[in-house]
């Protein structure tokens, strides 16, 4: 074997190299960067906090993340239903209502006695154009192969902590007007060019949903749990958004920590990227989580106001790095399955941003319940706490998970003394061992933690896909047109489109530097399996 296959010894030229910005992930980091001055954990902290009184940040928080949440799903729906139109990369339809809302907030300062609508039409406003540059941005990655899309997204994640600690500096009274006239053009003109590059002959965006909507099904059911998960810490974000109604300096705190927890998370991801692979399961990960979540929900109640801002802070941080994961899966979806890329991430961030609507609308109601003798900061935890706990069972599979079949060793069985509807019988003499039934032999279930290898080819699979850096669902479709499988039969087992499959193919075609599938075979053939084990 090649020594490609081994590691790379640690190279700060090779860091630097991975950190280096291009224009996709430059545009991508200035829209982050901005976002978070408008709609992230703060609400504006470069408009004055005299402007921020108690009404105006509910009432935008509230009309921002409703329409927010409600474009995601919009967006899903069109796709479903008119893959025509939305082929087309029309970033005037976002530029435009971001424009104004901002405009609409930066008018709310000079007239008070229409302050508060237009609050309500610039967040309404606001959550429709960053919900759909959202959108522009993950077509644009997923279009990509996986390892350019995937790097821009992360390398943009990190500039964008970089470029909003860099608003500190600009005067506070010039940044609000800076934001509509130079940033957004900027990072529109950044989308426009880079939504040029993109081959739209792609199966994900020739593909028509209603032909074959049991993949789009598939899709659903495949990616409900991952999105329930990051939705779960989105509840928490809204709840903690809720509490810091009536304290705006909490948002900006909010901002701080989070975009620096982003950017540790994003240099440790591409550093870790470069010298070995990452698998990364969104469903675990929560599962790791979440009794640290209920925890620090219960303990609200019984520590200092300090300790909620802090709180909020950090769970926003952990929150904007599922958000990333969050991309990436639904960019990895499209290129695996062949899907329009806005149908699976409208469906996700959906989820995801209803329930953050969820925690922030019931937070906001649990502090207005009086209870006697229960403080209202107690009330929003026991109410938090409540929600988590069932988002976790409903997560998990609920009472259908309960009452499925699990695996023999987590089951304890009593075998029925006497069959029901028959008769106790005197034993049968045994049959003669050749007139016996034959015994099909058990297949070896794989234990989750240890590869498990059907046979020689399996194995020679994996090692090209050491060698050649092959995605998972690459290394699958290798494997099924080495074993003789026709792009119909493969389409069909992995529920995804003919023309994905050849896609697909011609992907590892590529990749191989091989143009017929003798040749496939001949290399799959050139590894020897023992070097896997049994």
Sequence with gaps: MSDKTRGSPLQPAAVIRILKPNVTSLGYALFLAINAAGVWGGVFP?????????????????????????????????VYFLPGPTRRFMVMLAAAPYFLGWCCLIAAIYLDAWALPLVVVGGGLLGLGSAGFFMLWQRLFASFDADHGNRDLIVGTAYAAVMYFALYLIPQAVTAYLIP????????????????????????????????????????????????????????????????????????????LSMAGSLVAAVTVLVLWQFKNLRMNVVGAYRVVFPFVITSFLLLPFLMVAYAQWLA?????VYSVAIVLMMIQCAQASRDRGINPVFVYGFFGGVVYALHDVGFIGGSFAEQISVTGIEPVAVVALVAVYLLGLMYFVGQGGFRRIFARGSDAESIELVALRPAGEAARPAAKAAPAAKAAPVAKAKRTPVASEPFYQDRISKQAELLRQHYRLSARETEVMELIARGNAVARIAEDLVVSENTIRTHSKRIYTKLDIHKKQELLDLIDSFDPSELGD
């Design 46 to 78: 470069f408009l004055p906090l005299e402007f921020q009184t108690p009404e105006i940040v509910f009432w935008f928080f509230l009309a921002q993340s409703l329409v927010f949440s409600a474009s995601y799903f919009a967006s899903a729906f069109g």
């Design 313 to 317: 802070a950090i769970l926003y941080a």
């Design 181 to 256: 006239l130079v940033f957004l053009p900027l990072f529109g003109l950044a989308i426009v060019l880079k939504s040029r590059e993109i081959d739209r002959d792609q199966p994900m965006f020739e593909d028509v949903p209603r032909d074959h909507p049991h993949v789009y099904r598939t899709v659903v059911r495949d990616y409900w749990r991952s999105a329930f998960c990051v939705g779960a810490l989105g509840f928490c974000t809204g709840i903690m958004r809720s509490l810091a109604i009536g304290e705006p300096q909490v948002g900006a705190l909010v901002n701080v």
